[in-house]
């Protein structure tokens, strides 16, 4: 599993990126500047803004020499709903110089009168809302809220001692308020406080000697009011000496903010309103198929278990190549193996399997080379394949990852359809698309009709491994959450239905209703062992499950279904076979060709193999 936070590993070649930008800011020489980093939801503006930190930081970084930058990092999104983002960002600002100033031991009589400044700007908004209330005749909002309640106790008679107590708390706050937020000024109009507030701004950072880079992420997420609220924030500090600005935001998703907040002005003024704001625009590139190739063998990378040293070493060299592919060169397992030619076959196996998903991922609508699209697909894989070995149901991983694409990218139409082939054939198999499959890998031209017909379609035909000849049932069931696995169960008759709920509630009676399962047509017979085994794998001990009982009990009704049996045993992994099975169905048929492979697996215990040599010694089963 993969965390989607942001991170300080360059997995995208964006260093380059982050050069540029820690450039424009160092080459300011502490004029001020602005740098707007845009792009769409997840495409990794988050990781560009700790790449610039990084950066910075790294660019200055000696011993015993305080940095020139100090950072502040500020994500308007968390403070939504529980603080005014303006002032929120301006008190981030003020608190981090002033724990600079005490730890640097310069400007710190300038950083106390900033804060108290700030201060003035709290006040402003608790006297802003309660005189609003009374201006409209409502009771005033907060500690000036209390006192008016105590005033309407008072007239009223309505008093006791701990109202009494209540009020002096209340009255001690306000004080606070008065002396501690409202700082006496000799200028004190709002105008002349920005004014003063921004010269102290300026000054304090002059004194220390340091430029300040405020980094702003996540303001896309934002309503518009908080969006708008940020941004006049950001004006207020902007544009002043020792200041760069770095702001991530998808730039289409702001202008629609301002517009929501200035309803009715054009579009030509939403555009000027950030573009002035923003003095130097970088656009986050999106993701090619090299890139996406990289990316996700990086990933699979990371969660390997090679050493922390030689993952960066491989995440270096693969960058650096990334840097080249405008010269042909490429990023593939090919080129990943020949850094590392001990590279442990699961990790080999993952690789590969980026390397045939790349293109796919890139041209998918549903995916698109998103970084966090990405993410959240190999998630989902990685949690279905957890499912497939807590159930036993013993997917392939390269299987189920196509059926996942489609499920993600494909027509939701053809995707049901899909589910219907496999859940109305005997043997799982979606039969369909093996001739589609055939003619995609040879470029025939083929018409599919809807929803079989989009372009996405004919490059997963492509995609190994091919889909017509192979059971999807297990790949289906540890999908489920979308679709149900068995479907036709719907037209069962009311007997096969009646029979497959007393087999399921009570399985160990299964012996006593052979007769009537005989007499169902094969159609219906398939239907209820498909529900039996869904059951059945959710078993994770094989000795004598009562399930077994209903699903012999099937097969011995319906011959085909005994071979269907036969394979979902072979199929379950060897730590749960007990020996406890082999007398309880060896006397069937179908039981050959269970105990030849579980004869031939390394894996499985030996007394499940001593139990199946004394049942051919005593001649109940030939074994080879």
């Given at each position: 599993m993969w965390t989607d936070n942001e991170t300080a590993q360059d997995f995208l070649n964006f260093g380059g990126i982050a050069k540029t930008v820690a450039e424009i800011i160092e080459q300011a020489q502490?004029?001020?500047?602005?740098?707007?980093?845009?792009?769409?939801?997840g495409v990794g503006k988050s990781s560009m803004i700790r790449l610039i930190r990084t950066e910075l930081s790294a660019r200055h970084h000696e011993e015993a020499k305080p940095s020139k930058f100090i950072f502040v990092e500020f994500n308007a999104w968390l403070y939504q709903g529980y603080d005014d983002a303006r002032a929120a960002l301006i008190e981030v600002v003020a608190s981090t110089l002033a724990k600079e100033a005490e730890e640097r031991k310069t400007g710190i009589d300038k950083a106390k009168d900033l804060l108290e400044r700030v201060n003035w700007f709290r006040a402003i908004k608790l006297a802003a809302g309660s005189a609003a209330s009374l201006a409209l005749g409502l009771p005033p909002t907060g500690l000036l809220g209390d006192l008016w309640g105590?005033?309407?106790?008072?007239?009223?008679?309505?008093?006791?001692?701990?109202?009494?107590?209540?009020?002096?708390?209340?009255?001690?706050?306000a004080e606070k308020i008065a002396t501690g937020l409202i700082t006496p000024k000799k200028t004190t109009s709002p105008p002349k406080e920005i004014e003063a507030l921004r010269t102290s701004f300026e000054e304090l950072l002059k004194e220390m000697g340091v430029t300040l880079v405020v980094l702003i992420d996540d303001l896309d997420r934002c309503l518009p009011e908080t969006t708008i609220?940020?941004?006049?924030?950001?004006?207020?500090?902007?544009?002043?000496?020792?200041?760069?600005?770095?702001?991530?935001?998808?730039?289409?998703?702001i202008k629609h903010a301002v517009k929501r907040h200035f309803q009715g002005v054009d579009d030509d003024i939403v555009i000027n309103y950030f573009d002035k704001l923003i003095q130097v625009p970088i656009r986050v590139p999106p993701l090619g198929t090299q890139e996406v190739r990289a990316?996700?063998?990086?990933?699979?990378?990371?969660?390997?278990?090679?050493?922390?040293?030689?993952?960066?070493?491989?995440?270096?060299?693969?960058?650096?190549?990334?840097?080249?592919?405008?010269?042909?060169?490429?990023?593939?397992?090919?080129?990943?193996?020949?850094?590392?030619?001990?590279?442990?076959?699961?990790?080999?196996?993952?690789?590969?399997?980026?390397?045939?998903l790349a293109p796919l991922m890139t041209s998918a609508t549903g995916i698109a080379g998103n970084p966090r699209l990405i993410k959240r697909f190999l998630n989902a894989l990685s949690i279905r394949m957890s499912m497939s070995r807590a159930q036993g149901v013993g997917?392939?991983?390269?299987?189920?990852?196509?059926?996942?694409?489609f499920e993600r990218c494909g027509d939701p139409k053809a995707y049901l359809e899909l589910i219907k082939s496999v859940t109305e054939s005997d043997d799982g198999k979606p039969a369909f698309l093996l001739d589609w499959e055939q003619q995609a890998i040879a470029g025939e031209a083929h018409q599919r009709k809807a929803p079989w017909d989009d372009p996405f379609i004919t490059e997963w035909l492509r995609l190994p491994p091919l889909l017509g000849g192979t059971d999807l049932r297990g790949a289906l069931y540890v999908s489920r959450e979308h679709a149900p696995l068995i479907t036709p169960e719907d037209r069962l008759s009311a007997e096969a239905a009646d029979l497959l709920e007393a087999l399921l509630e009570h399985p160990e009676m299964a012996g006593s209703i052979k007769d009537?399962?005989?007499?169902?047509?094969?159609?219906?017979?398939?239907?209820?062992?498909d529900r039996l085994l869904g059951r059945a794998r959710q078993e994770q001990e094989w000795g004598t499950p009562s399930i077994l009982d209903a699903c012999m009990a099937v097969a011995a009704a319906d011959a085909p279904q005994g071979a269907r049996l036969s394979g979902f045993l072979k199929e379950r992994p060897a730590i749960q076979i007990k020996a406890s099975i082999v007398p309880k169905i060896s006397d069937e048929q179908?039981?050959?060709?269970?105990?030849?492979?579980?004869?031939d697996d390394e894996d499985i215990a030996k007394p499940v193999k001593n139990a199946i040599k004394a049942r051919r010694n005593n001649g109940n089963v030939a074994v080879k």
């Open positions: 502490s004029r001020p500047i602005s740098i707007g980093v845009s792009g769409a939801w105590f005033g309407k106790s008072l007239v009223a008679g309505d008093i006791d001692k701990e109202a009494i107590e209540a009020v002096k708390s209340a009255a001690g706050e609220s940020t941004l006049e924030a950001i004006r207020l500090l902007l544009f002043l000496e020792h200041t760069a600005f770095v702001i991530a935001a998808d730039d289409q998703m990316y996700m063998m990086l990933l699979f990378v990371e969660n390997s278990d090679l050493e922390s040293k030689e993952k960066e070493r491989i995440r270096g060299e693969v960058c650096s190549q990334l840097g080249r592919t405008w010269q042909g060169k490429r990023v593939d397992l090919k080129f990943i193996r020949s850094l590392n030619d001990k590279l442990p076959d699961a990790l080999i196996a993952r690789l590969d399997a980026a390397d045939r997917v392939d991983e390269s299987e189920l990852a196509k059926v996942l694409l009537r399962l005989v007499a169902l047509p094969r159609s219906e017979m398939s239907v209820i062992m179908w039981s050959k060709t269970v105990f030849e492979a579980w004869s």
